[in-house]
């Protein structure tokens, strides 16, 4: 059996021969090579330089981090804008929402030490920015590349399974991007009723991805909050 196999038996409630070996090594990728990685660009094309990486080390492919296999538009009323700048000269990413009941942004920043994004600033601080957000993320729609997957597919071939990754709940948004554990938690208790009414609106939204993606050609589509330790 090769990689793709095994994987793929697991699935069926087959035994493989071996434990499927498959390992997300963009991180390390990216860090051993000294490439800067860009949280607000997705790749169209395959990351040939990183499977190939995973397929020189032995270890099955399975996850494309910044794949573009969708892309998300808002419906007239809603704006998003990415800025890239610099604190100090260091990278800085800011995502701006605009809407008719006003406008929030979040930032990140390069941090050298851990080679990745970390929250420079929370987008949510309010209950009013909490509504803006919920009304952003109820606009948007969802439109399927799906000739990008199968690239990739093709590219990864027997030495792994190409996952088809989706984005977070509405849970998972608040903790992760938006207004983080600490900013959450109180916020389930100070404002309950419009926490229940946002979370609805972007899970709501998710759904109608999920419906698309079920479509897809996809033989697994990854859905998770990427929670850490911390929470």
């Known amino acids: 059996m090769n990689i793709r196999n095994r994987i793929l038996s697991v699935y069926k409630g087959e035994t493989p021969d071996i434990v499927p070996y498959m390992l997300d090594l963009s991180h390390w ?18 990351e040939y330089e990183l499977i190939d990486y995973h397929k020189k080390v032995g270890a099955g492919f399975y996850m ?10 808002y419906r007239t009323g809603v704006s998003v804008e990415v800025k890239k700048s610099s604190i100090k000269g260091v990278p800085v990413i800011t995502w701006h929402y605009i809407t008719p009941i006003g406008s929030i942004e979040r930032m990140r920043i390069w941090q050298e030490q851990t080679y990745s994004w970390g929250i420079k600033d929370w987008g949510v601080k309010t209950e009013q920015d909490l509504r803006i957000l919920g009304y952003a993320m109820g606009q948007r729609t969802f439109t399927p590349h799906w000739d990008h997957y199968q690239a990739w597919v093709d590219y990864v071939g027997d030495d792994g399974v190409v996952y088809l990754p989706f984005g977070y709940s509405g849970m998972g948004y608040l903790l992760s991007y938006w207004m983080g554990i600490e900013g959450t938690i109180c916020a389930t208790y100070d404002w309950p009723e419009t926490m229940h009414e946002v979370i609805d609106q972007i899970n709501e939204s998710n759904l109608a991805c999920i419906d698309m993606l079920a479509k897809s050609p996809a033989e697994v589509i990854i859905m998770g909050d990427n929670f850490s330790s911390d929470i």
């Open 29 to 46: 990728f990216y860090h051993k090579n000294r490439m800067l990685w860009d949280l607000s660009q997705a790749y169209e094309k395959p």
């Open 64 to 73: 494309p981090n910044l794949g573009f296999f969708f892309s998300v538009k």
